[in-house]
């Protein structure tokens, strides 16, 4: 058990495949691999979740909102008519396909590891729309601002909905346009509190980070669930368990493993 935690804590920026653990610990059969690390991926999104309540941000923050996978689907596809007949009352037309976007929302910390994350609906636009913008609603009910502590302010890349959730909240705040390829812009007066440079730079990292390496290109979007959702839930399982990696250090690292480790046996 200990071999494996530390094959696990040593690579928290890509999610542990069985194929690690197989190479790493020997005599490790690949359907005992995919057991543990689906268990321990399991007690990483719970801890995640349980940990994100007591974390607070404050100083320059950063706010986006990202599309973890998308899915083409046929325009008589049962499982989503829903979403596709509220669609196709705004076209002209109706279109044979449509795009269906998993959606995750983000808020961190700069010069820190804060990560503070919120599943958002799933967004199904036209094939040759861009990737449909956060809404003001999904922000509110997202329960992200209420992790910020003064004196804060925000950087978005320009979705429309920012703005009037942080005016409304007495927020500061400052955007970029990335439809404009604007993804930084110098601050001019302003608090000396804040950073003079806008932008989400170091939230797109990490979106790079857990939709480009963490979460497996292999996995697939779609899925039948329990709750009558259609999109596959283990996404949010990973991004839960990039977020538990990503916001502790090395030393708390150390005491996660221990934590988890009883969690982790018990599932195994």
Known sequence: ???????????????????????????MGMLRASHFADALRAAEATAAQRRQRSITLTGNLEADATGLRQLVLKRTNSNFSNAVQALEKKLPKPESHYRCWVRILGLCERKTRKLILAPIPDKVVTLKAKPPPESKQEIEESGLLQHIRRPAKVY????????????????????????????????????????????????D????VLCNDYVPKTLNA???????????????????????????????????????????????
């Open 156 to 203: 978005s890349d320009g979705a429309l909905s920012w703005p009037p959730v942080l005016r409304a909240r007495n927020l500061p705040f400052a955007e970029t346009c990335h439809q404009n390829h604007q993804y930084t812009k110098e601050l001019a007066g302003g608090s000396r509190k804040f950073s003079k440079l806008a932008g989400t730079q170091c939230l």
């Open 222 to 268: 779609k899925s039948r669930n329990e709750d009558g959702s259609h999109t596959n839930a283990r996404l949010f399982t990973y991004s839960w368990s990039f977020a538990l990696r990503y916001n502790f250090t090395d030393h708390e690292r150390v005491r996660l493993w221990a934590a988890l480790g009883k969690a982790v046996r018990e599932a195994a």
């Open 205 to 208: 990292r990490r979106w790079g």
């Open 1 to 27: 058990m200990q071999a494996l935690l530390v094959v696990c804590a040593n690579r928290w920026n890509r999610a542990t495949s069985p194929e690690d653990l197989v190479s790493a610990v020997p005599g």
